[in-house]
């Protein structure tokens, strides 16, 4: 209440517990702080409800004593102790930056051209959203087809194999392409590429052309003057790019598993397996890892470029 | 003085419809030609070809003598300043105007010091000293002009093309910059090509004027030339001071249903088509029944009046035909108070009219 009751109220009588109404319908346009603040509750609510309190429950239960089938709310640190003396918790953990960093690059070094030719190249708006809604049309499948369909490619009798044979650039066929850390690599490039793309399009469709043909007429070659102008607006549309991939790969499981035959183990993949053996809280323990490491990334690419003042 | 620029027989058509027709024109070197045309007239079609940003269908672009067909916009040495201004948004005022230095295919600059004391002395020259440091965000419409400008001029391009470089700015700005630009020719001497669709920042830029009409040249002349005798009709529409009658010519008399003026000397004596021309200012609003001999006199019906400091502008409507402009420069005479509705004789005298048929 006393927070309303501020001096642009005027009189004293008004102060009082109707002050409120007539706080409100005084100002119809010109909407109090509170007010505003309304707005926001539902979403607040859920996300305490379903996002911030699990989370705050799943760094508890990270320090819950674990026994064979059964969980106890004793705190020890057992379950952290465990996790930095496993060479298998470790060797995921490499294994999931390892595949993070690689595909990150794979999917801007594939992605970045794409975006460059929507983006920049062609000129009319129509054809361009059409170019990239045909991007996501794989999406229109489930996601466990789209990774399942490597297999018949990648195969030592799949099409990449049997192609590769037929035109007689080998003679037996490479076994390496599936079930290897290779394949999850191929598979989940081509999956979250379109993540990449889309931003960075999105970032070099809103260049003024006129600045391309400013920086040619001071003389810059085309080299120049992507290295000086377009790369450095299209930026802000890289970082986009790269948090989305970013989170999905390190949270990933689901390719790594289907795609190395289970030989792969990130961290998502540690998860899944404690999950079912009933393991909570060394799942916890992972999951706190998995969600800082998300974390650093993201804050780490936020510092590239100031996306609010870019966007 | 020599040819710096010569345009010869330039042809554009987009989809096929002709946006520049065979133009040819000269540009003294040194000058500064202000370029009037109406949009749609080719104008800006006309400065990208020259910068090079657009290939013609057809003709020759010869600078220095020689030609530049071939050559890509960043080798021809023509600077470009564009109406939006084009601004680097990632970079500061000074790594704006340090870019053509920097980055340029030809005689790039490596040495910092050298840079800085280019970039600063152009800044200095615009008028924006001590600003390099500041984002571009962080200037106004006026500033951003000028390193806009200035960004052009520090790498010495041999032209400069202006494409409508002040109708992004408010009218007082406008003025200033107007003042601005002629003292940078004056100080550096580069020969500018200003384009513009507003007829008084044509008349008062250009040593020379031109008029772009349909996709090609109606008139090159000095600006008092154009302004006192445009070439044509349609010129002298441009000029947005003429009332201009369609008709014909008997007998040496322009007519038009109910309408017949004396025609000045020279004028032809027969004409199917003729269009008669007379500025504004050059009318006399009289009391009907005061016609003079020798004197052309139509009567209509006062409408409104427009006042804007210096001059004001009274429109008529005669019987049939469009609006006749009335314009009383206030310097020599007071402000007059009509009555709406009423008829009054507009008169002028013969020889201040213009014929063209």
Same mark, same amino acid.
């Given at each position: 209440?006393?927070?309303?009751?501020?001096?642009?109220?005027?009189?004293?009588?008004?102060?009082? $517990?109707?002050? *409120?109404?007539?706080?409100?319908?005084?100002?119809?346009?010109?909407?109090?702080?509170?007010?505003?603040?309304?707005?926001?509750? $539902?979403?607040?609510?859920?996300?305490?409800?379903?996002?911030?309190?699990?989370?705050?429950?799943?760094?508890?239960?990270?320090?819950?004593? +674990?026994?064979?089938?059964?969980?106890?709310?004793?705190?020890?640190?057992?379950?952290?102790?465990?996790?930095?003396?496993?060479?298998?918790?470790?060797?995921?953990?490499?294994?999931?930056?390892?595949?993070?960093?690689?595909?990150?690059?794979?999917?801007?070094?594939?992605?970045?051209?794409?975006?460059?030719?929507?983006?920049?190249?062609?000129?009319?708006?129509?054809? +361009?959203?059409?170019?990239?809604?045909?991007?996501?049309?794989?999406?229109?499948?489930?996601?466990?087809?789209?990774?399942?369909?490597?297999?018949?490619?990648?195969?030592?009798?799949?099409?990449?194999?049997?192609?590769?044979?037929?035109?007689?650039?080998?003679?037996?066929?490479?076994?390496?392409?599936?079930?290897?850390?290779?394949?999850?690599?191929?598979?989940?490039?081509?999956?979250?590429?379109?993540?990449?793309?889309?931003?960075?399009?999105?970032?070099?469709?809103?260049?003024?052309?006129?600045?391309?043909?400013?920086?040619?007429?001071?003389?810059?070659?085309?080299?120049?003057?992507?290295?000086?102008?377009?790369?450095?607006?299209?930026?802000?549309?890289?970082?986009?790019?790269?948090?989305?991939?970013?989170?999905?790969?390190?949270?990933?499981?689901? @390719?790594?598993?289907?795609?190395?035959?289970?030989?792969?183990?990130?961290?998502?993949?540690?998860?899944?397996?404690?999950? %079912?053996?009933?393991?909570?809280?060394?799942?916890?323990?992972?999951?706190?890892?998995?969600?800082?490491?998300?974390?650093?990334?993201?804050?780490?690419?936020?510092?590239?470029?100031?996306?609010?003042?870019? #966007? | 003085? @020599?040819?710096?620029?010569?345009?010869?027989?330039?042809?554009?058509?987009?989809?096929?419809?002709?946006?520049?027709?065979?133009?040819?024109?000269?540009?003294?070197?040194?000058?500064?030609?202000?370029? #009037?045309?109406?949009?749609?007239?080719?104008?800006?079609?006309?400065?990208?070809?020259?910068?090079?940003?657009?290939?013609?269908?057809?003709?020759?672009?010869?600078?220095?003598?020689?030609?530049?067909?071939?050559?890509?916009?960043?080798?021809?040495?023509?600077?470009?300043?564009?109406?939006?201004?084009?601004?680097?948004?990632?970079?500061?005022?000074?790594?704006?105007?340090?870019?053509?230095?920097?980055?340029?295919?030809?005689?790039?600059?490596?040495?910092?010091?050298?840079?800085?004391?280019?970039? *600063?002395?152009?800044?200095?020259?615009?008028?924006?000293?001590?600003?390099?440091?500041?984002?571009?965000?962080?200037?106004? %419409?006026?500033?951003? +002009?000028?390193?806009?400008?200035?960004? @052009?001029?520090?790498?010495?391009?041999?032209?400069?093309?202006?494409?409508?470089?002040?109708?992004?700015?408010?009218?007082?700005?406008?003025?200033?910059?107007?003042?601005?630009?002629?003292?940078?020719?004056? +100080?550096?001497?580069? @020969?500018?090509?200003?384009?513009? %669709?507003?007829?008084?920042?044509?008349?008062?830029?250009?040593?020379?004027?031109?008029?772009?009409?349909?996709?090609?040249?109606?008139?090159?002349?000095?600006?008092?030339?154009?302004?006192?005798?445009?070439?044509?009709?349609?010129?002298?529409?441009? #000029?947005?001071?003429?009332?201009?009658?369609?008709?014909?010519i008997e007998d040496g008399r322009f007519?038009?249903?109910?309408?017949?003026?004396p025609c000045p000397k020279?004028a032809p004596r027969r004409?199917? *088509?003729?269009?008669?021309?007379?500025?504004?200012?050059?009318?006399?609003?009289?009391?009907?029944?005061?016609?003079?001999?020798?004197?052309?006199?139509?009567?209509?019906?006062?409408?409104?009046?427009?006042?804007?400091?210096?001059?004001?502008?009274?429109?008529?409507?005669?019987?049939?035909?469009?609006?006749?402009?009335?314009?009383?420069?206030?310097?020599?005479?007071? $402000?007059?108070?009509?009555?709406?509705?009423?008829?009054?004789?507009?008169?002028?005298?013969?020889?201040?009219?213009?014929v063209?048929?």
């Amino acid at each position: 209440m006393n927070s309303l009751g501020n001096a642009n109220t005027g009189s004293i009588d008004e102060r009082g $517990p109707m002050s *409120e109404l007539g706080a409100a319908r005084g100002a119809p346009r010109a909407t109090t702080p509170f007010a505003a603040a309304l707005l926001a509750v $539902p979403g607040i609510l859920w996300m305490v409800l379903f996002l911030l309190g699990p989370l705050l429950m799943i760094v508890y239960v990270s320090f819950w004593t +674990q026994k064979t089938f059964t969980i106890e709310s004793t705190l020890t640190l057992k379950s952290w102790i465990f996790f930095f003396s496993s060479q298998t918790y470790l060797s995921a953990l490499l294994t999931t930056l390892r595949i993070w960093l690689i595909v990150l690059v794979a999917t801007f070094v594939v992605g970045y051209p794409v975006a460059l030719y929507i983006g920049l190249f062609i000129r009319n708006k129509t054809i +361009q959203t059409i170019v990239l809604v045909i991007c996501v049309v794989p999406f229109w499948t489930s996601f466990l087809i789209r990774v399942l369909a490597w297999r018949p490619m990648l195969g030592t009798e799949g099409a990449v194999n049997l192609l590769l044979m037929k035109l007689g650039v080998i003679s037996a066929p490479i076994d390496v392409l599936l079930f290897t850390e290779f394949s999850v690599i191929i598979g989940m490039t081509q999956i979250y590429v379109v993540f990449m793309v889309g931003p960075i399009a999105f970032m070099l469709s809103r260049i003024d052309h006129s600045l391309i043909e400013a920086a040619r007429d001071l003389g810059a070659g085309t080299w120049r003057i992507f290295r000086t102008i377009i790369f450095p607006l299209s930026l802000p549309g890289v970082v986009t790019g790269a948090i989305f991939v970013s989170v999905m790969v390190l949270g990933e499981f689901a @390719t790594s598993a289907e795609l190395s035959g289970r030989k792969v183990n990130m961290l998502g993949n540690i998860i899944v397996t404690q999950v %079912g053996s009933l393991k909570w809280a060394f799942a916890a323990v992972a999951g706190v890892i998995l969600t800082v490491l998300m974390g650093l990334v993201i804050a780490g690419l936020l510092r590239v470029v100031n996306l609010r003042k870019e #966007l | 003085m @020599t040819a710096i620029l010569d345009l010869h027989g330039i042809s554009k058509a987009y989809a096929g419809k002709p946006a520049l027709r065979g133009l040819s024109l000269s540009v003294d070197r040194g000058a500064y030609v202000s370029m #009037l045309g109406s949009s749609g007239s080719g104008k800006s079609t006309l400065l990208r070809i020259i910068a090079g940003f657009e290939r013609p269908d057809a003709g020759d672009i010869r600078v220095d003598g020689r030609s530049v067909l071939g050559v890509g916009a960043h080798e021809r040495g023509i600077g470009f300043v564009f109406q939006n201004f084009a601004l680097f948004p990632h970079m500061t005022v000074f790594e704006n105007v340090a870019f053509g230095l920097r980055h340029r295919v030809r005689g790039a600059l490596r040495a910092e010091q050298e840079i800085r004391r280019r970039v *600063e002395a152009m800044l200095d020259m615009v008028g924006l000293g001590g600003l390099g440091g500041r984002a571009i965000g962080q200037i106004s %419409g006026g500033q951003k +002009q000028r390193v806009a400008l200035a960004r @052009t001029l520090v790498t010495d391009p041999a032209i400069i093309l202006l494409d409508e470089p002040l109708g992004a700015l408010d009218a007082n700005l406008r003025e200033r910059m107007m003042v601005e630009l002629r003292r940078i020719h004056r +100080q550096l001497g580069i @020969t500018f090509l200003h384009v513009t %669709g507003n007829e008084q920042e044509a008349l008062a830029m250009g040593d020379r004027l031109t008029v772009l009409d349909n996709g090609a040249v109606a008139q090159l002349a000095e600006p008092d030339a154009v302004y006192n005798r445009p070439a044509s009709a349609r010129v002298a529409r441009f #000029l947005n001071c003429y009332n201009i009658f369609e008709g014909r010519i008997e007998d040496g008399r322009f007519r038009r249903d109910g309408l017949s003026l004396p025609c000045p000397k020279g004028a032809p004596r027969r004409a199917a *088509e003729a269009s008669y021309c007379v500025r504004f200012d050059r009318i006399t609003i009289a009391e009907p029944g005061s016609a003079q001999p020798d004197e052309a006199a139509i009567t209509a019906r006062f409408v409104a009046s427009e006042y804007d400091g210096p001059t004001i502008t009274y429109f008529f409507a005669p019987p049939n035909g469009k609006a006749v402009e009335v314009e009383y420069h206030l310097s020599h005479h007071r $402000p007059e108070e009509f009555a709406v509705d009423r008829e009054y004789l507009l008169r002028w005298p013969a020889e201040d009219a213009l014929v063209y048929a």
